[in-house]
């Protein structure tokens, strides 16, 4: 493909990392993490699972804890 004709040539997609933890699950944990990236920045377009690791309290899952990545915004 010609570098004139390529659909991504100059986008830009900046870089974030939120951890979110929840006590009901992994998903929660990441609409949490989600929740907090997207009162901070605007046009969030995707997430990276980075890291799941939680807390055990008397041989039980505690809360959950997620790392994420966020792609948000586009430049030119």
């Not at 990392?17 to 995707?46: F, H, M, P, Q, Y």
């Amino acid at each position: 493909m010609e570098a004139n004709n390529n659909p991504l040539r100059g986008r830009l997609y900046p870089l974030d990392e939120v951890t979110g933890v929840s006590s009901a699950s992994i998903e929660d944990a990441i609409d949490r993490a989600l929740g907090c990236a997207g009162k901070a920045v605007k046009k969030l377009n995707w997430f990276q699972l980075i890291e799941t690791r939680g807390s055990v309290d008397q041989g039980k899952v505690k809360s959950w804890h997620v790392r994420i990545k966020v792609g948000f915004g586009e430049k030119t």
